[in-house]
């Protein structure tokens, strides 16, 4: 436990039944910062950055999902669906399941299911997404990781392992081949900024980990902090971690008529103000992936950062990663599908349908694609255009993993 975690428990226990008198009410009701101009009264080490994870965007973890699936009782959450399952055993910490997660919804499956059949690599084969107590893609509490002799991985959903089984994920693939813990600190949909945030805030809490594999991600994504929950005990008696409540913003997906719409009247948002130049490429898009960049570099020093790009092989933005020549998915396939990608994927000069058998079935080129190219979280799919969006599978995770083993048996 690194000092600054036990200054931080030593005053959070001297306040445990502070709430008392709160009870029965939800702890955002009483436990945040509602006004902020009288933020500056208050003793900096009241604040701390907390964790930043896939679940916890409005609200601590604990406090977001019902015990059962689907159960819409819990008032004041109606902007985060419940649709996660809570499992807590008798003298064991509690973690979240679901069995889709982002862009891979149960829609998406069915009508995958339909078009390919059981051919399909995942026609009966369930995903479960499982995330730690912190609320993140790991089995382990990270209290009870020896994180010195442990690595980190961290990105975006293609480092978290949207639409793909845990033992699919880089992390897991690249724990096998070190014969080392990899703990994935990825957070899917945000930005370069939360992969600075919970790094930090990891350091801070536990110390260095052995090294840090790092797949940056686009630069235009961001985060803003719309309010702020310090770690403590509710009036129940039920610890939680620190939060700051966010939104990510997505360009492409976001703006701003469409994001402050699709979020509600609650007060909590009144401090999310966002504009058009957010959403255009700027300087502050490159300088905070470069904040980010050199202030992992300057905690772990270089020899101990391992960083890719989630640019290459430029399935999104490639203005500025055309110097450096990146990687296309023609690139990284067999000769015997390369037909397939440079016509169907990389341009619509060919139709899916014409690498059809002659029968109509699939062949062995088209299930290559969908079963080994793409993962579960395929956006849409028809007969004649044949799968459209959703994250890489195997072919590009095994690129990454690749140039990270590279690296990493440069430096020892």
């Known amino acids: 436990m690194s000092e600054f975690d036990r200054k931080r428990k030593q005053l959070v226990e001297k306040e445990k039944d502070k709430w008392i ?4 009410k939800l702890p955002w009701e009483y436990m945040r910062f ?6 500056n009264d208050l003793p900096m080490d009241e604040f701390d950055l907390g964790w930043r994870n896939s679940v916890n965007i409005t609200h601590p973890a604990e406090y977001i999902f019902s015990t059962k699936l689907n159960d819409n009782s819990n008032p004041g959450v109606s902007a985060t669906p419940l649709k996660w399952l809570k499992h807590q055993k008798k003298g064991k910490k509690p973690y979240w399941t679901t069995g889709f997660l982002g862009l891979d919804t149960d829609d998406k499956t069915e009508n995958m299911k339909k078009h390919i059949g059981e051919q399909w690599k995942y026609y009966n084969v369930p995903i479960e997404y499982r995330l730690n107590k912190q609320g993140f893609r790991c089995d382990t509490d990270f209290d009870e990781v020896d994180w010195r002799n442990s690595y980190v991985i961290t990105g975006c959903s293609h480092t978290f392992g949207i ?15 070190l014969n080392a813990p990899v703990i994935n600190l990825s957070v899917g949909g945000t930005g370069n900024d939360t992969i600075m945030h919970n790094f ?17 991600t686009y630069p235009y994504r961001f985060t803003k902090n719309i309010g702020y929950q310090r770690e ?6 039920q610890y939680f971690d620190s939060v700051w409540h966010r939104r990510d913003l997505l360009p492409g997906q976001s703006t701003p008529k469409n994001y402050r719409d699709n979020i509600g009247p609650n007060k909590m948002w009144e401090h999310l103000q ?7 490429p700027n300087p502050e898009m490159y300088y905070r992936r470069t904040l980010a960049q050199e202030t992992i570099h300057a905690i772990m020093g270089d020899e101990r950062v391992y960083e890719l790009r989630a640019d290459n092989p430029a399935w999104m933005w ?39 058998n002659p029968d109509g079935t699939l062949s062995k080129e088209q299930l290559y694609i969908v079963n080994r190219v793409k993962c579960r979280d395929i956006v849409s799919y028809t007969d004649e255009n044949g799968p459209q969006g959703g994250h890489w599978g195997e072919v590009i995770n095994k690129l990454y993993i690749k140039q990270w083993l590279e690296l990493h048996a440069e430096r020892n």
């Open 274 to 280: 966002v504009h058009e130049h957010d959403f255009l």
């Open 200 to 216: 930090v805030h990891l350091c801070r809490k536990y110390g260095k980990p052995k090294g840090i594999f790092v797949l940056w």
């Open 318 to 356: 490639t203005e500025d990663v055309k110097p450096v020549s990146p990687y296309v998915l023609s690139e990284c396939v067999p000769d015997a599908y390369k037909d397939i990608v440079l016509g169907c994927i990389e341009s619509n000069d060919k139709k899916w349908i014409d690498y059809s």
């Open 163 to 177: 639409g793909q089984n845990m033992n699919e994920t880089m992390g897991e693939i690249l724990s096998k081949k």
């Open 232 to 237: 403590g005990y509710d009036a129940q008696g």
């Open 21 to 24: 008198e709160k009870q029965g």
């Open 34 to 39: 509602d006004t902020w101009d009288g933020a």
